[in-house]
């Protein structure tokens, strides 16, 4: 009886074009979040992002999320403390200096993350540094990552 009902919610996207909108009734309670195969666009997360006040663990699967997304869901989402993101080029780009951007992001607007995993990602040496500097301070950081292949 002590816990919230909020702490069980979790849900899924996926799809082409899904939204938080078919969620509307649940989405200021959700603690867990996945989006798998979306057509989502950044404005779109960036909006939902706004109506996720409790989201503590995001995962992103296979869609195209750019750094401005990722931003804006660290703003947005001050208590995420995991963020899972498969990459595997589903964009298209293999641009390193693309993918240090992403990691800046991260870095500069989730520094309550103590779980980072980051899947097909390409970043440098200079992506990783940001990110433990952004985001490791004096609590430990779980970070695993799986390079992209080309």
């Known amino acids: 009886m ?15 074009t899904s939204t938080l909108v078919e969620w509307s009734r649940i989405a200021s309670q959700l603690k867990r979040l996945q989006i798998v195969v979306c057509l989502i666009s950044d404005k779109g997360l960036s909006e939902d992002a706004k ?10 699967r ?17 208590k995420l403390k995991a963020l899972t993101f498969y990459d595997r080029g589903f964009r298209g780009s293999y641009d390193m200096k693309y993918y240090d951007d992403e990691a800046r992001a991260i870095a500069e607007n ?7 995993r980051l899947i097909g990602h ?10 433990l500097d952004g985001v490791l301070t004096s609590r430990p950081l779980t970070y695993d990552s799986v390079p992209m292949l080309i």
């Open 2 to 16: 002590g816990r919230p009902l909020a702490s069980f919610y979790s849900a899924t996207l996926k799809g082409a």
């Open 51 to 60: 109506k996720l006040p409790l989201l503590e663990e995001l995962c992103i």
């Open 62 to 78: 296979y869609c195209s999320i750019s750094k401005e997304a990722l931003k804006n869901v660290g703003c947005c989402c001050h």
């Open 110 to 116: 989730m520094p309550g993350l103590h779980y980072l």
């Open 122 to 131: 390409g970043m440098t040496d200079d992506g990783l540094s940001a990110i």
